[in-house]
């Protein structure tokens, strides 16, 4: 029974090699948001949210559109904008016609059975006074998108 343990380790070190050998990156992105982006277009929903998206004149501003510009840049990606409901830019990203919505949301946000969500990435306070952690939502599935959102959302709070 002891020389099982190093033949299941040697087996799966081993389909790990081949996994990647084969192409496959993880995580993955089952509809390709990030291969999609980088070098194109983000398509970024909104919805005015304080200071944290505001909508005023053509542009939008707020730190979480300026993190998403930010983020863009990074991608070589130009951005495009959608302003909508929570509800119906929820309906975007469910449909594939967003690939992330900033709107002020927080952890506690009900959207998490219809959309993905960052890690939580700086506290906001909320308008009851309390603290609350924001988030962005994502498609569903879409690991390696949100993975690289994070990476760079992490990135930027601590550079602050």
């Avoid at 081993?14 to 192409?23: D, Q, R, S, Y």
């Avoid at 909508?55 to 979480?64: K, R, T, V, Y």
């Avoid at 302003?83 to 975007?92: K, N, P």
Wanted: a negative charge; proline letters at 5%.
């Amino acid at each position: 029974m002891r020389t099982s343990r190093p033949i299941a380790l040697v087996a799966a070190a081993a389909c790990l090699l081949l996994l990647t050998g084969c192409g496959i990156r993880i995580p993955s992105d089952p509809d390709g948001t990030l291969d999609a982006v980088q070098g194109g277009v983000l398509r970024a929903g909104i919805s005015p949210h304080g200071d944290l998206v505001r909508i005023e004149g053509d542009e939008p501003s707020g730190s979480e559109v300026e993190a998403l510009t930010a983020f863009a840049r990074s991608l070589d990606a130009d951005v495009e904008w959608t302003v909508g409901s929570e509800e119906a830019l929820v309906r975007g990203l469910e449909e594939g016609d967003l690939d992330v919505v900033a709107a002020g949301l927080t952890d506690q946000t009900p959207w998490t059975k219809k959309a993905g969500m960052t890690r939580p990435y700086a506290e906001t306070t909320l308008e009851d006074g309390s603290t609350g952690k924001l988030v962005m939502l994502v498609p569903l599935g879409e690991n390696a998108f949100v993975s690289r959102l994070e990476t760079f959302l992490a990135d930027e709070e601590t550079s602050r």
